[in-house]
């Protein structure tokens, strides 16, 4: 800038013209997501979000988890960074939920002929098989031995989000 002064015109220097630190503004997060596990880990639609900064404008915003997630509450962060280093931020919450029950697959019935009450009875083993867990035990609800008639025993397995899955043997 050249100034007049007392002396006659000179040449002033005011420095680099300073912009003030402006975060970027994370416009539309992505809502809550819950969903159903599919297995130990799940992939999850996030869905996208925009930013948009004062000097920078329109940004990419990008997530630091885009999963998959394994069962539970998982908090992604999404970012935008403008072109001064500067970063803007917003939450997404994740639910990924284990609701169903194990399916349980019990041994075939057995029949025997009683010739005197009661009587040991070899059950077989049933098989219990979970998304998120795998395999898993299932227990009888009673192992004999049995008075003469029919019998119901129940085969339970329980996962480890408590879900309950059960089948009948006659």
């Given at each position: 800038y050249t100034v007049p002064t007392s002396r006659g015109t000179g040449d002033i220097d005011f420095g680099p013209a300073v912009v003030p630190?402006?975060?970027?503004t994370i416009t539309s997060a992505p809502v809550a997501v819950t969903v159903e596990a599919t297995g130990t880990m799940t992939a999850v639609v996030l869905g996208t979000a925009?930013?948009?900064?004062?000097?920078?404008?329109?940004?990419?915003a990008v997530p630091d988890d885009p999963g998959p997630f394994s069962v539970g509450t998982h908090t992604v962060t999404w970012s935008a960074t403008?072109?001064?280093?500067?970063?803007?931020?917003?939450?997404?919450q994740v639910i990924v939920q284990d609701t169903p029950p194990p399916q349980v697959?019990?041994?075939?019935?057995v029949a025997v002929a009683v010739?005197?009450?009661p009587v040991a009875?070899?059950?077989g083993n049933a098989t219990a098989t979970d998304?998120?867990?795998?395999?898993?035990?299932?227990?009888?609800?009673?192992?004999?031995?049995?008075?003469?008639g029919t019998h119901t025993v129940v085969w339970?397995?329980?996962d480890a989000h408590g879900n309950v899955g059960s089948a009948t043997q006659k």
């Open positions: 630190a402006t975060i970027p925009a930013a948009v900064d004062l000097v920078s404008g329109t940004l990419s403008d072109g001064s280093g500067n970063t803007g931020t917003a939450g997404q697959t019990p041994p075939p019935d010739t005197a009450a009875v070899a059950l998304l998120v867990d795998g395999t898993l035990p299932a227990a009888p609800s009673t192992s004999g031995p049995f008075d003469a339970t397995a329980v």
